[in-house]
Structures are given as C-alpha cells and as structure tokens.
C-alpha cells in the first residue's frame, strides 16, 4: 500500500468537505461560552482543536474561510502551498514544509476571515500537515463557497479560483 494510503488508515483519516483527510487529535473539554465571542459565532466553542490533515498531490484543498486564525505545523511528505486572498482580495501564498533554505516555513498563520485553499508541491506524493484553532474548530463557522460566488468576490483571481474549488 502506498504510504499516503498507509498513514489515512493509521491515523484514522476522514475525507474532509474541502479535500483531503482529516482527523481531529484534540478539542479542549474547556469551553468559551457564546457571550465571550465575536459576533461572528453561533453557541458557545470549545476553547481549542487541533486536526491532522493529509492532502494527495492529484487533490486539492478548496477555497474555503473560517472565523478563527488557523495555526498550520509541517509534519511530513511533500511541502505544502497555502493559497490565501484576504478579505481585501489580496492573493498570496506560501510553501509550508522542512526546507528552510528553500523559503518553506514549518508553521503558518492563516488569519481569521481569509479565504484559503492548499496543493501539494511534489508530484506523485502527500503532504501531512496539523491545523490548530481556538477557539474550537466548529462546521457552523466553516464557509465552502461555489466557485461562481467566491469569482464575483475576486474577479481579478479568475484562474486560481477557478482552479480550486471544485464546483
Ligand atoms: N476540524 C474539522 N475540519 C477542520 C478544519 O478544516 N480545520 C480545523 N482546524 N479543524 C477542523
């Protein structure tokens, strides 16, 4: 079996609605009720989660956005490009991985409200990353646009958009 496949069924991996796998290692039992939180939240969330998430080179990880930063650890594979456009429709990305001589950084912030997807860089492989949040990660705050609503958001990033989301 090949090793991406090895570590879905080690690991316990999950498909994820954006692509991908996942599998939730840590939610906090503590919780922040909805009176501490930004507007932005329905209910109250747990204070921390934390997720292992594997992407195959042939997938994609779609635009999608979330009301907290996501703190984003390299495990292992191939590096990683996080694609991101902030709410001012400013596209950047960078490339998480081990090589640091190459400009790939082990840990990445994405912040709070950005719009953002992920490729792998290596052809042929996977990349096994982690995804921190606090407060708690919840399906309420996660946004998976269509591709026709994010392009009249950014027509100025037609091919990327187009590119990764996957209807
Ligand atoms: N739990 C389920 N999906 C996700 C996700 O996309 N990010 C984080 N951080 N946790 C999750």
Redesign the pocket.
Known sequence: MEKAELLIKHLDLLP?P?GGY?K?TYRSTEMIPNENLSNNYVGDRNVC?A?YFLLKSEKFSAFHKINQD?IWHFHEGSSLKIHQISPEGNYSFICLGNDLLKGQTYQHIVLAGYWFAATVNDKNSYSLVG???APG?DFKD?VLPKRKDLLVLFPQHKEIITSLTHS
Do not use: A, L, S
């Open positions: 994820h954006e996942y939730e989660t997720i996501e995804c921190t949040v990660f996660f």
